[in-house]
């Protein structure tokens, strides 16, 4: 993932003083453990290219201690593509252009006008070409959209395609970085820390001048900052309360926990339990008292995660008929041979936070690779979000999608495509006559040949 600034014009050299940075130089440093660069690759007079580019370790984005850096495996392309988390780390690098605090006799250049251009790719959105440019368009820039290599990683065929973007006119180098903070992140609808009111503080000093007067304001803002709450800190309303569910979150989770439990006691074969996305190992804890049960594989990219579940069963371990699970640190996408072919494995609430072109992947790595005799599946019931008096948006602002039940089945019915194993679906929590329930489940039995 790399930005690439160029100028051209009269005195374009300038903008090295306003980068704080030796033309002559390599600026490399190592940030939370990921390596960022930034080299000059032209300077003259009248043109300037410098680049500023990261290689993040993938190893380091799921073991790092630190939270801000906690990346779970469901998303493991963000460290990849510029994101939320690119801009985090090269903001150091770029802070004294961000900032407009050059040394003090180059500050009359920090509000001097330039033929700028900025590269930056790979990018990670959704969001159609059309409406990236209705993005940038706006703020004077031309704006170019090229492709990458395409994306075979699922059955060879063309899923995806990598995006660069390149914007073009005429601004100063802090306006047009501290556009790009701000649009980068959105591009992507994802931030990889937690979101409170500093993030407003930073959007109002980032979008000063310019983001009051864009057509997109509110679709920034949304995006940005993903809580209603929030938004309406920037829009300087009275904060309303949050709108939670009717029933409270932390009870929902032990009904859908006390189901699956259930679900498993009622099969004659559990010995071997695969726990995928096990947490802080809430349900991996519970499955342990279940009669039967002779090892619990709990699945967990997170350090901090697989920490925090640590704690939890060694309080529990010398009880009686205790299983102690055995902390897995992998990830859906990898194939792990000590998965295979166990008794039952669970994925609960871990599909709605992967990218739906991704779980086809997935599901057949654990339909036809791991073949468990029992797949059970859980996710929220988009249909009853109503009941919580959710107009629009998801219930978690990781989730990159909510189905309705019919959506869910249909779904999980085309997942089985050698057709060797018989799916059923049941609810959880309290259920509404017209809505159903907030979580529908999916049990994947293998037929017996």
Known sequence: MQLTIRGTGQDVNVLSYLLAKNPNNLYERNVSGHLVRMFFSKFTDDEVEVTIFVTPDPIEL?????????????INDREFAVSSIFCTFIRTALGTALNGKPTEEYEPWVNHPFSLQFSFGPVASQLTDNELLDLFQPLGYDVAITYGEVDYRMDFKRVSTARYITLEGMTTLQMGLRQLFVLIPVLDNYKHYYIDEK?????????????????LREFILRRALRFEELYNLVEKQTVPELKTETEPKSRLNDLRYERIVRRVNQLNFRESIVDFGSGEGKLSEKLGFVDGVKEILAVEPSESENLKALKRYEKVVQKENFV???????????????????DIMILCE????IDEDRLPKIMRIILQEYRPRVLLLTTPNQEYNAVYGMDEGYRHPDHRFEWTREEFQTWSKKQDEESKYDISFEGIGEEHEQYGTPTQMAVFTRREV
């Open 62 to 74: 799921s073991r790092n201690n630190s939270e801000a850096y906690d990346i779970t495996s469901y």
């Open 199 to 215: 993030e407003v503080g930073k959007i109002e000093r980032y979008g000063e001048g310019w983001l009051d007067q864009h057509p």
């Open 324 to 342: 102690m699970p055995k902390q897995v640190m992998g990830s859906l996408f990898y194939y792990d041979e000590r998965l295979k072919n166990k």
């Open 350 to 353: 871990v599909i709605e936070h």
